[in-house]
């Protein structure tokens, strides 16, 4: 059963000063997005996970991201018409939300969260990465769009480790696919010391975004690496890894936290300055969007506080020592994509998660299993398992959507998270343990 | 070679149908110390490889209808198909545990994470996500597939504890070229004469291959068409169709008996991919690694779980089926929650809309037991064809 929310505004919401300078950063990339017809810059579609934003620059193109524009429509409440509108025109209830909001976006005009209407790909880089649906969601694209569409497929890391013959064919499809039709749809010839350039930026801002995450270690955290997380992530995961700006926004965030730290501070919530750190939990899996205040407030008016998650890692896993590489441009964008979080095993995933759990000396884990996402979904159940045997701590599995309003039961995601909390107080207490 | 009748035929492949301790595969390992079996998921593997290592590959389709499913469900949302779950209810209750690896072919994300939990749930049996190419050019992906291909062998050598040579590969190409030719004598003669050759049979037939040692059902599809042409069967009037999106988790007997008893001649489908996938010969002369890969980049089938590079070729490998098979409208039946069968459902529709081709959809599970709707689906699909189709 869905609850009906009273619509957060603009007023009530706290933002600190980061998430304020990054809100400023996504609009202006929509506007640069938007404003595509006028200024003649031309568009790339792509995906987060696998996204080489530094290659894509290096021919001029503008990049426009399907999944974040459906998180924008989740956020504006307006992915459940979407989604409805897909599925009117034959789309399965069963499939990616992210996909029917897109294509119900599209049927509907197309119109960004600028209010501006989107401008049609020029290209779509199908960089497929850590999620099978990635390659069908661009062919209903191409097939409206009906633009010129790259193949860039990355060998899933199933064994635990990158093969040669994984990163060569990566490169050879980078060198002998990818560049050529990127400079075919831009008229850019590839200039390889341009993009060793953003690639070194890449790495600057890399650096800091790493520091910023392992401040969850701090006691309080200083930081939530979930829902504080993904406006911490937005930049390097979208369209501006390799730019200045992201090395401002970066300084400037990592600044913001360390100050925040030094002075013993718990992260800023959207009600405010948390005052107390209860609990400490390790996040798997991506949230909900189309209720995503409502849900961050469940956790902090417990006095939760996410230290560590997976989803902050989809667009890269920095924190296991990758970096873009200036002096293995290709090769480095090739380990960049195989080495996202989707893209990992589930057993890498089962030690990352205890890791976590370790390492940021957390009371459990929490599993959000997404309706959508089978990538991340599908072997959950075990993960839990595994993860609550590895470390002792206690796991718990709550299922809402990604954008589908229609999944996120704030009632029963409430019930969970409670019962949750309780059980690690017992076992806080050693009442788990008799149990 | 005594004739047997088709029902006997037909009934021993019910028999290895519905056997969910899989004998078949147990008693040729028994039959000499040191064998080994290797079982295999939807969709395609090179079983050339497993066999050239003297190793019997072994198809695992899920459960079907017929077991209950206990643990299972256990490791699973209730929003993924049922593949999964019923093939960790054959491995966590024994039913697999004479099987000594299990492949995993890239397919999906389910399929593909099922690959991790098998290697955490069976730390004993030898696993492998069995990863294939999505670009079909030569020196691209022709070169990573070999390399995938030849790290399979190098891994199967291991455990057969000899080596595989390129002449063992040869000959098992040829025996699997044998078979192919078999299948698609049996897919032809169900084109030409459905009466004949019920696509309920036939999937029996099909089924079998996944159980059996590859020249033992080579034989039995021979048989098979060879007692099904002879058999004097009544032509119905029934409509020709095709069956699409039952490329992974198969569809309970029933289910095809129910089409077929309201009223459709099944002429194409996509059972079983594994026997069809590579058209035609495999050529047994030069590098055979290179020859499967060849086939596989320039002469294998279409499906859902396969990126098609050029949007005007996307689907119409359908269309063409349509004609060669001269069928009058296509099913779509697809799992439930199966991302690939259902994104791909509405683009290959505007294909058949555009291509004036008739159809309909819906969804099944492996165990999905109330056949009335569909049946009166399909019967109306039927009525429709032969009201309008005509005029």
């Given amino acids: 059963m869905n609850t009906r929310l009273v619509k957060a505004q603009p007023a009530d919401v706290l933002k600190d000063a980061s998430m304020i300078k990054q809100k400023e950063m996504m609009a202006k990339h929509y506007d640069r997005l ?97 999620c099978f649906t990635f390659l069908k969601w661009f062919e209903l694209l191409r097939e409206q769009y009906k633009c010129p569409t790259i193949f860039l497929q990355t060998p899933y890391m199933a064994d635990g480790k990158v093969t040669p013959n994984m990163v060569q064919y990566m490169v050879k499809q980078l060198k002998e696919t990818v560049i050529p039709t990127l400079e075919e749809v831009s008229g850019v010839k ?60 970066y300084r400037f965030l990592r600044e913001e936290v360390e100050a925040r730290m030094a002075k013993g501070l718990g992260p800023v919530t959207p009600d405010g300055q948390m005052t107390e750190e209860k ?98 979904s599908a072997g959950q159940l075990l993960i839990m398992r595994e993860v609550e045997k590895r470390t002792g701590k206690p796991a718990a599995f709550i299922e809402t959507d990604l954008v589908d309003p229609r999944y996120f039961s704030a009632a029963n995601v409430k019930n969970r998270l409670e019962s949750y909390f309780q059980m690690v107080e017992q076992k806080r207490s050693g009442k788990g343990a008799a149990a | ?58 198809g695992i389709m899920g459960g079907g209808d017929n077991l209950e499913v206990i643990h ?39 399929i593909r994470n099922l690959s991790g939990m098998w290697k955490m749930l069976f730390p004993d049996t030898y696993v492998k996500y069995f990863d294939v190419p999505q670009t079909y050019v030569d020196e691209i992906g022709g070169t990573f597939y070999t390399g995938e291909m030849r790290e399979l062998l190098h891994d199967l050598e291991k455990i057969a504890g000899r080596e595989i040579t390129d002449d063992d590969i040869r000959a098992s190409i040829e025996v699997y070229n044998e078979n192919r030719r078999a299948v698609n004598e049996l897919y032809a003669l169900r084109a030409r004469e459905p009466w004949k050759a019920p696509g309920s049979e036939a999937y029996l037939v099909l089924r079998a291959g996944l159980l059996l040692p590859v020249e033992e059902h080579t034989r039995l599809v021979r048989e098979y068409v060879a007692a099904a042409s002879a058999e004097d069967r009544p032509i119905k009037d029934n409509s020709r169709v095709i069956l699409t999106g039952m490329f992974c988790e198969q569809p309970p007997l029933n289910l095809i008996k129910s089409l077929e008893l309201s009223g459709c001649y099944i ?11 590579l058209l035609g010969d495999v050529p047994t002369d030069g590098d055979p690694v290179h020859n499967l890969s060849q086939a596989f980049l320039h002469r294998s089938m279409s499906t859902a779980a396969k990126y098609e590079p050029d949007q005007e070729e996307k689907g119409q490998f359908l269309v063409r089926a349509v004609r060669d098979t001269g069928a009058e409208g296509v099913i779509f039946a697809s799992t439930s929650f199966c991302d690939p069968a259902l994104l ?36 109306t699909f039927v009525d429709s064809i032969k009201l309008w189709s005509a005029a």
């Fill in chain 1, 34 to 130: 938007t404003d595509a017809p006028q200024t003649g810059a031309k568009v790339a579609s792509t995906f987060v996970p696998g996204n080489l934003n530094e290659l894509i620059m290096c021919f001029d193109l503008v990049n426009n991201l399907p999944e974040v524009n459906a998180i924008q429509s989740g956020l504006r409440r307006q992915s459940g018409a979407y989604i409805m509108e897909a599925e009117r025109a034959g789309h399965s209830e069963d499939v990616c939300t992210y996909v029917k909001s897109d294509i119900g976006m599209m049927l509907k005009g197309n119109i960004g969260p600028n209010g501006k209407e989107l401008p049609k790909p020029d290209v779509l880089l199908l960089s497929y990465t850590g």
């Fill in chain 2, 267 to 277: 002429v194409d489908d996509d059972f079983v991919l594994v026997s069809r996938w």
């Fill in chain 2, 1 to 58: 070679m005594t004739k047997q009748p088709v029902s006997d035929i037909v009934a021993r492949c019910e028999a290895l149908y519905d056997d969910l301790s899989f004998s078949a595969a147990r008693e040729w390992k028994e039959a000499e110390p040191g064998r080994k079996v290797i079982a295999y998921m939807p969709v395609y593997v090179p079983r050339e490889l497993i066999h050239a290592a003297g190793m019997m590959p072994l």
């Fill in chain 1, 279 to 376: 609990y400490r939990l390790v996040v798997e899996g991506p949230p909900n969007y189309t209720s995503f205040r409502q849900f961050w407030k469940m956790f902090y008016d417990e006095g939760a506080t996410v230290v560590a998650s997976s989803y902050t890692k989809v667009g890269g896993t920095y924190d296991y020592g990758f970096r873009h590489d200036p002096d293995r441009p290709l090769e480095s964008l090739a380990e960049y994509c195989l080495g996202v979080y989707t893209n990992r095993s589930l057993p890498m995933r089962i030690d990352m998660l205890s890791d976590y759990i370790n390492e940021y000396e957390a009371d459990g884990l929490l599993i959000n299993s997404i309706k959508s996402c089978n990538s991340f």
């Fill in chain 2, 344 to 379: 791909d459902r509405p683009i290959l529709q505007n294909v058949l809309k555009r291509a004036d081709i008739p159809f309909i959809a819906f969804k099944y599970a492996e165990n999905s037991g109330q056949m009335q709707p569909i049946r009166e689906q399909a019967g």
């Fill in chain 1, 190 to 249: 590839f200039d390889i010391d341009r993009l060793r350039e953003y690639l070194k930026k890449s790495a600057q801002a890399e650096d800091d975004l790493v520091h910023i995450l392992a401040t969850g270690k701090n006691k309080p955290s200083p930081i939530d690496a979930y829902f504080g997380g993904i406006y911490y992530i937005g930049p390097i995961f979208g369209a501006f890894r390799g730019t200045d700006d992201a090395i401002d926004y």
């Fill in chain 2, 72 to 110: 299972g469900d256990a490791y699973y949302q209730s929003y993924i198909c049922r593949i999964p779950r019923s093939t960790i209810e054959l491995g966590v209750s024994g039913r697999l545990d004479f099987v000594d690896g299990m492949l995993f072919p890239s397919i999906c994300d389910v």
